[in-house]
């Protein structure tokens, strides 16, 4: 989930409140074992008493610091500054408001607010970076603007709105989301580098700004402990560490009475302590790597600003889930911009994440892996930072001159990743290249964060470019989070690359589930085995996904082996095409549909298996190929036609982040099993099925398909 609004918004799915203990009396977790009293109110009073004036990030009098500045980082924000002066602010109104409520778009009013925000961060940018006094007036207007802001909340988060079913939102009762930190988080670092300039040039802004952070968010944010994203239940997603680290500076720039403060971060720490409490100790992050920017790379932020803020007392660098999250990035490249998308993330994310963030962390933690992918986005005469994904993370990157000064890097590519935690594979022909065949594999199960149902996923690159692919996210609307969520395509097992056994879909919940999930690298091969037979409504039913990376034959191979009993009966009724979709034969011909939509193949054996693939895509006996529509080597996927009839699903995509990262279509492969395979039995044998070591023949049923890369 990225900050980007054209990505849609970081949300989740909204909970019961749960009360949350106060600190002192909550578990304890990574950062409270490490820094023990250090961590509590009375020493924090001390230990807190310079706030942010400690921070690099220096205030606009610094020049020295200043006017060292990457200088192409400064003209991209003055080309922008400037085209903004010409025009009138952004202004969210309440028709956007209520968009919301009445048709479930969230976009007309969170995206009125985003361009708000970033104008007014380019303004502040330039402020600081160039001294120059007429962009004061600019920061004046956009504060003053904020400030007159009936919320900060965004619509989709407003409980006001949902318990009254008020098209506004209520007045006296303000929601701490996303959006309310983020206001709150921009107006702290502009206070922190500009305040007394502010005072100067525009008395008393000063002072609005600091009693609307504080009625908004400060005194919300300590007198309730009740929030959503406050349980202490082991429930903790990427709301913590993004609003923990922006109430953070805020307490750290605008509460200058000393207990006070210490109260605001003691509650902070103990957020962040909850939020890795619960993090994998592997680092991984079931929300995926975009998420993971505005979770855990949050999180990282946080904990650098509590490092200088304390004079390295609360150092978080020895915390070892702290030393393995900053890996995770790197470990989900394809290649070049291309990521595993699970949960809610993108295949092809923005290039201008927090880069100069994990930079930074490798250089403290001496990993050179985290420095060359960080590094590899560091592109010399190109700006460094950009003011999409706010304020503070572009003054963070501005005032580090290890970042201004980094030069483009190859990224590490890792060979093998295996995160056992939230059961995440990716494997590729070579270390260090994207070159060739790269094949991900996600076990884990149908309750994580921001879930799709899709236990048991691959996704198979060439040459860094998935073409076997995971749709990935869609554009966020009322229907993302809530009931129906589910029925959107984009969150159903048929429209992942998995096995739809006696036409049954994977259930929703934390109990469908991978199993037994091995992983066997080697210098030939690398190989995966997970045993699917709980992912779906099937009691008795057992199946085995293997999947192998062939280094030698250069080939990749996805088996599928179930025994389903005799008659391989129907065990529910699967997805329908929705509009916008058709479905044809491999050869390009369209075949019957029952009424639900399901493609009739006569099949007795009660199997199949959907590959979802991008590009140009053609067919031929007994195989598919599909070809990336910006050029390069394609992909051809082959299976045994006798045993196996191939059908075809075209989805025209219609919502623009879909079209933006796969082009016009989709196209989904539908492999049904005519008859159960005479050779499953062996083959089933061979990949360690435990259920039973010599199944019957007939109530065996297999689909192997085998990938390779073509020109």
């Known amino acids: 989930m990225d900050h980007d609004r054209t990505a849609g918004t970081a949300t989740v799915t909204p909970q019961p409140p749960a009360p949350a203990p106060a600190p002192s009396d909550a578990p304890t977790g990574p950062l409270l074992r490490a820094w023990g009293p250090d961590a509590r109110r009375d020493r924090l009073t001390e230990l807190l008493a310079r706030g942010l004036r400690a921070h690099p990030v220096r205030p606009v009098h610094d020049r020295a610091l200043w006017d060292a500045v990457d200088q192409p980082t400064v003209a991209a924000f003055r080309l ?27 976009t007309a009013y969170e995206d009125q607010v985003a361009r708000r925000q970033e104008r007014l961060s ?33 619509p989709a988060h407003d409980e006001g709105l949902r318990i009254h079913g008020w098209a506004l939102p209520p007045e006296g009762s303000p929601s701490l989301d996303l959006g309310a930190a983020e206001v709150v988080g921009q107006l702290a670092w502009i206070d922190h580098t500009l305040g007394a300039a502010l005072d100067d040039h525009a008395p008393g802004v000063r002072e609005r700004l600091r009693a609307e952070a504080r009625s908004r968010v400060l005194r919300p944010f300590v007198d309730r402990r009740d929030w959503h994203w406050l349980r202490q239940d082991g429930w903790a997603h990427n709301w913590n560490p993004w609003i923990h680290g922006h109430v953070l500076v805020a307490a750290l720039a605008l509460l200058d009475e000393p207990d006070e403060r210490a109260e605001a971060v003691e509650h902070a720490i103990a957020g962040l302590d909850q939020f890795l409490d619960t993090l994998p100790t592997d680092g991984s ?59 809610d993330s993108p295949a092809r994310p923005p290039r201008d994440q927090a880069w100069h963030v994990l930079h930074r962390w490798a250089q403290t933690l001496d990993d050179e892996q985290v420095r060359l992918h960080a590094a590899s986005y560091r592109e010399p005469g190109l700006p460094s930072v950009t003011e999409r994904a706010g304020l503070g993370r572009a003054l963070q990157g501005l005032a580090d001159p290890a970042w201004r000064d980094a030069h483009r890097e190859h990224p590490p590519l890792e060979r093998d990743v295996w995160l056992p935690q939230t059961q995440l594979v990716v494997t590729r022909e070579r270390l260090g290249s994207a070159r060739g065949l790269c094949v991900t594999v996600k076990g884990g199960h149908n309750g994580e964060h921001d879930n799709h149902n899709d236990v048991g996923s691959v996704v198979i690159a060439v040459d860094g470019v998935p ?120 050869s390009g011909t369209h075949t019957d549909t029952d009424a639900a939509g399901r493609t009739d193949v006569g099949s007795p054996a009660g199997l199949r298996v959907h590959y979802l693939l991008a590009g140009e895509v053609s067919a031929e006996r007994g195989g598919v190929v599909t070809r990336p529509a910006s050029g390069g080597r394609g992909v051809r996927l082959t299976w045994d036609p006798e045993t196996v009839v191939a059908t075809t699903t075209v989805r025209l995509l219609d919502d623009p982040l879909l079209a933006g990262v796969w082009g016009e279509r989709l196209t989904r492969l539908e492999l049904t099993l005519t008859e159960p395979a005479a050779g499953a039995a062996r083959a089933v044998a061979r990949a360690g099925r435990r259920t039973r070591t010599t199944p019957d023949e007939a109530t065996s049923r297999m689909i192997r398909v085998m990938a390779q890369a073509i020109r």
């Not at 293997?546 to 389903?564: I, K, P, S, Y």
Request: proline share 5%; net charge negative; aromatic share 8%.
């Open 80 to 106: 922008r500054g400037e085209l903004d002066l010409e025009e009138p602010w952004p202004q969210p109104l309440t028709s956007h408001y209520a968009r919301y409520l009445r048709d479930g778009n969230r």
């Open 285 to 343: 992050s079931d929300e995926g790597y975009t998420s993971w920017w505005n979770g855990a790379g949050r999180a990282l932020e946080a904990l650098e600003v509590l490092a200088h803020a304390s004079g390295g007392v609360l150092d978080a660098s020895s915390v070892p889930v702290v030393r393995e999250t900053v890996r995770f990035p790197h470990r989900m490249q394809l290649g070049g911009d291309w990521y595993l998308d699970v949960a």
């Open 122 to 154: 380019r303004a502040a940018v330039l402020a600081t970076a160039t001294g120059e006094e007429r962009w004061l007036d600019e920061v004046a207007d956009g504060v003053v603007l904020l400030c007159e802001q009936s919320s900060w909340c965004w």
């Open 467 to 586: 073409l076997v692919v995971d749709a990935g996210q869609p554009t966020y609307t009322a229907a993302t989070f809530g009931a129906e969520r589910f029925t959107l395509w984009t969150m159903q097992s048929s429209w992942h690359n998995v096995p739809e056994p006696a036409w049954t879909t994977q259930g929703t919940g934390a109990r469908y589930r991978a199993r037994d999930v091995r992983v066997t690298p080697g210098e030939d091969t690398t190989r995966v085995v997970l045993d699917l037979s709980e992912a779906y409504d099937l009691p008795g039913a057992t199946g085995l996904r293997t999947v192998v990376l062939d280094r030698r034959r250069r080939c990749v191979t996805v088996e599928d082996a179930w025994d389903l009993g005799r008659d391989g009966r129907p065990g529910g009724a699967g997805t329908a095409p929705a509009d916008g979709s058709s479905t044809v034969d491999a």
